[in-house]
Nanobody, 117 residues
């Protein structure tokens, strides 16, 4: 069982930045791909970014250049740096851990990001 705790969300003005954190409680953090998703009420969940256990990354095409995902295997934490935020980035952001062998899935509780003036 892996517990994921997201933090760092909040209210930010358009053009601003936020850094989200996803802290994982596992000794085997390097066995997981970590993904950030986002979802607003009534909307489909959207994959934002992924970081594999080897550190390679993937992004939603629409977010490339504005969002950066990174991981610290010592702190067992994944970060999502979000720059040049737009009102349409307003969502609840969730992190997800996906075991590289078993594909067991774990989810955090989400953190709200609101981009508004």
């Amino acid at each position: 069982q892996v517990q994921l705790v997201e933090s760092g969300g909040g209210l930010v003005q358009p053009g601003g930045s936020l850094r989200l954190s996803c802290a994982a409680s596992t000794f085997f953090f390097n066995m997981y791909t970590i993904r950030w998703h986002r979802q607003a009420p009534g909307k489909q969940r959207e994959l934002v970014a992924s970081i594999m256990n080897d550190g390679s990354t993937r992004y939603a095409d629409s977010l490339k250049g504005r969002f950066t995902i990174s991981r610290d295997n010592v702190k067992t934490t994944v970060y999502l740096q979000m720059n040049s935020l737009k009102p349409e980035d307003t969502d609840v952001y969730y992190c997800n851990a996906d075991h590289i062998s078993s594909h067991s899935q774990f989810w955090g509780q989400g953190t709200q990001v609101t981009v508004s003036s």
